[in-house]
């Protein structure tokens, strides 16, 4: 019989504010982009300044406010991909 754990969660605190008022976060690096399912919606997998990478998160890409750092992300080589027949088949065989 598997032990259930309790999954901890962690306070973020914002480090300042924006000009609005609303709580600000400063992005340190972009390190990966997907796409919805409609293939409109591009969403950056994010790293925060002065955070841990257990705080990385999935941000659309009109809350993305630092055009240097998408477009550093654009200029960097594509992963390499697996092909349809490269990846493993779900479900019944």
């Known amino acids: 019989m598997r032990k259930r754990t309790r999954r901890s969660t962690v306070a973020v605190t914002p480090r300042e504010q924006d ?5 600000a976060y400063e992005i340190e690096e972009i390190l990966k982009s997907k796409r919805g399912r409609s293939q409109q919606e591009l969403s950056y997998l994010v790293k925060w300044k002065g ?3 257990a705080h990385n998160s999935w941000v659309p890409e009109a809350d993305v406010d630092a055009p240097v750092l998408v477009k550093a992300f654009e200029k960097r080589p594509k992963a390499a991909t697996t092909s349809q027949q490269d990846k493993p088949r779900r479900g019944r065989k």
């Open 19 to 23: 000009n609005t008022g609303k709580d």
């Open 51 to 53: 955070y841990s990478k």
